[in-house]
């Protein structure tokens, strides 16, 4: 697995040619975006639509300098981002079934951004993918032994002592791999998140 932090996907981005930019980027936030969509009552194709269509004003924007980050963090940007695509997608799809259904445009029912729960919805997936890609770069750099005793430990809660006895280790390894792969997974948090 190829890790990249965000800073680096998206400098790499204002190269208009650099299609591995592109192909991190998209591979990065596109779940996120699409499973946002997807609850929020879109089908399938049409979340793949808003995603493609955020993730390109995303760009766009980041390369015309558009993305300050005292004004707010990179999950904001692209959330405002998203909604707003989405609001203009779900404004369209009412209009076509209004004229197709009654010849005449009906009222438009949006999708309420203010909503807590529509920001908390998308912030949740923007954590599950984080931890998911930093799990997935930190199993690669420790041992099978302490990865697992993280997990049993940390993720599954079980008992230091059952875990030391299953991987046959002492149970101060036990904490300390947990403390050791916490410490790097916090690291790459920020590394995912945060631009330089």
């Not at 808003?50 to 990179?74: C, N, V």
């Not at 989405?86 to 203010?114: C, Y």
């Not at 599954?156 to 050791?180: D, F, N, Q, S």
């Amino acid at each position: 697995m190829e890790w990249n932090t965000t800073s680096t996907i998206l400098s790499d981005l204002l190269n208009f040619e650099n299609q591995r930019a592109w192909g991190g980027f998209v591979g990065r936030f596109l779940p996120i975006i699409v499973g946002h969509a997807r609850n929020l009552g879109f089908q399938q194709a049409d979340a793949e639509d808003i995603a493609q269509t955020a993730l390109m004003r995303f760009a766009s924007a980041f390369r015309e300098g558009g993305y300050d980050k005292a004004k707010g963090t990179l999950r904001n940007w692209m959330f405002t981002i998203t909604n707003r695509v989405m609001v203009d997608a779900f404004r369209s799809n009412a209009r076509k079934k209004a004229v197709s259904t009654s010849g005449s445009e009906g009222d438009l029912a949006i999708i309420d951004v203010e909503d807590e729960r529509v920001q908390k919805d998308f912030s949740d997936r923007w954590d599950r993918e984080m931890l998911a890609r930093c799990l997935e770069k930190a199993k690669m750099e420790f041992s099978w032994a302490s990865f697992r005793a993280f997990i049993l430990l940390a993720l599954h809660e079980r008992p230091a002592a059952g875990i030391a006895t299953e991987l046959g280790m002492t149970r101060r390894a036990v904490y300390l791999a947990k403390y050791r792969v916490s410490k790097r997974l916090g690291e790459l948090r920020r590394e995912f998140e945060e631009l330089e």
